[in-house]
């Protein structure tokens, strides 16, 4: 009756037994979860839209207050940055505020995160901007029979357009069709359960391309700062050098009152953000943020209508601000596989900051947030987004700190942010038309010089890790010099690379035990550690695989191979090495020396060789030492995360040349799924229950007690 019991209980520890009890469970959880009634129907509405669960059950007498403050700051700091962003992402100042209405509204209803504030950012702006130059550049410079825009002119280079050159309206179709294409990629990361892709870019990676973003989008700011009209953009790799070439022989043509008028306003912004906005003794003052952009545009605003700007000084303004919602458009079919794998990186770089974001906010605040749920609420947004000419939308830095700064506790903000952006669209928006474009460079400009400042963290990083510095480094120098989808496509090649070799050559050490220890294993390497006789205990930190199994196991018989390999003879071993038998100590005729010499030894003798050993000493006067022989070898398998196939395999050659030598390979501290891979891998005996075996233990301390004298 006993033999069945054993047959079963193995099976269940193979790893098919293992997935199939996974798997019953899992199936359990989900029918008992999933039967048909009230609650359920209830679990699954809510799961498709959250609002419904945190609105029922809304809070007003605790989190009103606190919502309606971070939600009017909210959207105060969303105007600015709307019709700034706008114009960056290569359209107009409109269409960013339309951006932090609609994609915000129904993120707000779809998403889990409470604090993350969707709308315009500078990064996904200037890579959806990017696009638009581009693509433009190349469809307008084809004439009337691309897109079916009527448009009768041709440029004359495909590679030197300047934005203003192409019409707006043809930048406006190619934006929706990059906005509905982005909203596309993230809903399908979300449906098929990919949010964790997302997060796979490295922190060195985001911070080395959002550095050299910010650099891309201050660079583009000073053709505005300086109202220079001529300045072409370059399409592809090292199209900054190009521009700054371009930039650099048209200083002569600056048009002074925009450049006084721009410098006004950065010396505000500057001074505003040095003695008010940084100022710790004013911030704890101030319940909410100083709006010190918005302030400044107003002010701007005023002053232009005052004096007349556009036609006293010729100072370029944003002239047309239509009143109202725009009428619901699909994008152009024509241009959307055009733009389809152009708006992939857009996408996983939007995907992530999203993310990422509301991982850092939920973890403060001790919540939940579901990753795929997110890419599918900001998926949705964009889609809706791009029928009513958006911009593409992405998670807002700034925002959404400012968002949970003032006191903001659910997406309650959202939609209180969009409600004022709302009346903004429809009845003030007018009031913005004098307002100078060079006011919105200057803005933009000094909000980036948090993110340009990032740069001097490679210090940081250079003294924590130089592997994860030049990881930055790439990504950073990588973007500045090629275009943007390149330069970051590069950085996550060179990444995944360093994660390979990271993992290929995998750290091996040999350990020993701590003096006057008995349970305390270090390095070698370390003054306070010693050998244990008869043993050889090597520790690897990280997983056996295919990409290092094999200069693991060469190390090790290379480290054994450098000391005595026999039990039963002792021969004499010079540096680590034994002698060749070919040249006995015997047959050296007292010429030691030429004979180790002719044999490729160092002359220095190693002093690794451990404790109570004899020594000789040669008629040359070099020291000899008769090392007693390695018995066991030890491999500490606590640092292992797991091993696969190809590591098993050259696990069991490695033993096979340890028997052969008269020496027994062990293994202790493995996990169980190690133990398991070990065991049904034929690496070890397969002992059922057994912990402990001959060659198989939870410690290293059990084999250090076994070749203890008497044990």
Not at 46 to 51: L, M, T
Not at 239 to 251: E, G, M, N, P, R
Not at 515 to 522: A, G, I, Q
Request: proline share 5%; hydrophobic share 45%; aromatic share 8%.
């Amino acid at each position: 009756m006993g033999q069945p019991e054993e047959i079963v209980e193995v099976h269940e520890e193979t790893p098919w037994g293992l997935l199939e009890t996974s798997l019953r469970s899992r199936w359990r959880t989900k029918l008992k979860k999933n039967r048909c009634s009230k609650d359920c129907v209830k679990r699954s509405v809510i799961s498709i839209v959250p609002a419904l669960g945190w609105l029922a059950n809304y809070d007003i007498k605790k989190h009103l207050v606190g919502d309606f403050i971070s939600g009017c700051t909210v959207a105060i700091l969303s105007i600015p940055q709307g019709m700034g962003y706008g114009v960056l992402a290569g359209a107009d100042a409109i269409h960013g505020l339309y951006a932090s209405f609609y994609p915000l509204l129904i993120y707000s209803l779809l998403c889990t995160s409470r604090h993350v504030s969707v709308g315009v950012a500078s990064v996904v702006s200037l890579m959806g901007g990017s696009i638009v130059q581009s693509l433009g550049t190349e469809f307008y410079t084809m004439g009337p029979s691309v897109g079916n825009f009527g448009l009768n002119s041709t440029l004359e280079s495909a590679n030197h357009t300047a934005p203003h050159d192409i019409p707006l309206h043809f930048r406006v179709q190619i934006t929706m069709a990059v906005t509905l294409a982005v909203g596309v990629w993230q809903l399908l990361l979300g449906v098929f359960r990919a949010g964790y892709l997302a997060v796979f870019l490295s922190d060195y990676v985001i911070k080395g391309f959002t550095c050299a973003a910010a650099f891309h989008v201050c660079s583009y700011q000073l053709t505005l700062i300086l109202g220079l009209r001529n300045v072409r953009q370059k399409n592809g790799p090292l199209k900054l050098i190009y521009f700054y070439y371009d930039l650099f022989s048209q200083l002569h043509s600056t048009h002074v009152p925009t450049l006084v008028f721009s410098l006004v306003c950065i010396t505000v912004l500057l001074l505003a953000r040095i003695f008010i906005t940084q100022n710790p003794k004013v911030t704890k003052r101030l319940k909410i943020p100083f709006p010190t952009e918005l302030i400044v545009i107003m002010v701007a605003t005023l002053v232009s209508y005052l004096m007349d700007l556009e036609n006293t000084y010729n100072i370029k303004i944003i002239k047309h601000i239509p009143t109202g919602l725009p009428i619901p458009q699909p994008p152009l079919q024509s241009l959307i596989p055009k733009v389809f794998f152009r708006s992939f990186a857009l996408a996983v770089i939007s995907s992530s900051v999203v993310i990422s974001l509301g991982k850092i906010f939920a973890t403060k605040h001790q919540y939940k947030i579901d990753a795929n749920q997110e890419l599918i609420a900001c998926g949705t947004a964009n889609i809706f987004g791009s029928f009513f000419h958006c911009v593409p939308a992405s998670a807002g830095l700034s925002r959404s700190a400012v968002q949970e700064a003032a006191g903001g506790s659910t997406q309650l903000v959202s939609l209180i942010s969009a409600s004022i952006m709302l009346t903004v669209l429809l009845l003030f928006g007018k009031y913005l038309e004098p307002l100078p474009r060079a006011c919105l460079g200057a803005v933009i400009m000094v909000a980036l010089l948090n993110m340009l400042m990032s740069v001097t963290e490679v210090r940081r990083f250079w003294r924590v890790s130089l592997v994860d510095a030049s990881i930055f480094l790439v990504s950073l120098c990588a973007t500045l010099f090629l275009d943007m989808d390149i330069g970051l496509a590069v950085a996550v090649f060179y990444s995944l690379v360093v994660f390979a070799f990271r993992m290929q050559y995998a750290k091996v050490e040999e350990i020993g035990r701590v003096r006057n220890t008995t349970d305390r294993f270090l390095s070698v390497k370390k003054p306070t550690v010693e050998r244990i006789p008869r043993l050889k205990i090597f520790r690897l930190y990280g997983p056996l695989y295919s990409g290092n199994a094999e200069s693991f196991a060469m190390k090790i018989r290379k480290s054994v191979s450098n000391s005595s390999v026999s039990t039963k003879e002792s021969p004499l071993v010079l540096c680590g090495k034994a002698l060749p038998e070919a040249a006995p100590l015997a047959q050296t005729d007292g010429d030691l020396e030429d004979t180790i010499l002719s044999a490729g030894y160092d002359e220095t003798l190693t002093s690794e060789l451990g404790e109570g050993i004899p020594e000789a000493k040669s008629p040359n006067g070099f020291l000899v030492h008769a090392k007693q022989g390695t018995s066991v070898v030890v491999i500490d398998c606590s640092a292992v995360s797991f091993v696969d196939v190809v590591g098993t395999e050259n696990l069991k050659f490695l033993a096979k040349d340890c028997a052969k030598n008269n020496l027994t390979l062990a293994f202790s501290g493995c996990s169980d799924d190690v133990r398991n891979t070990l065991r049904f891998s034929g690496v070890v005996p397969r002992s059922g229950d057994e912990v402990l075996s001959e060659n198989l233990s939870t410690t290293v301390r059990h084999f250090t007690e076994k070749e203890q004298p008497g044990a």
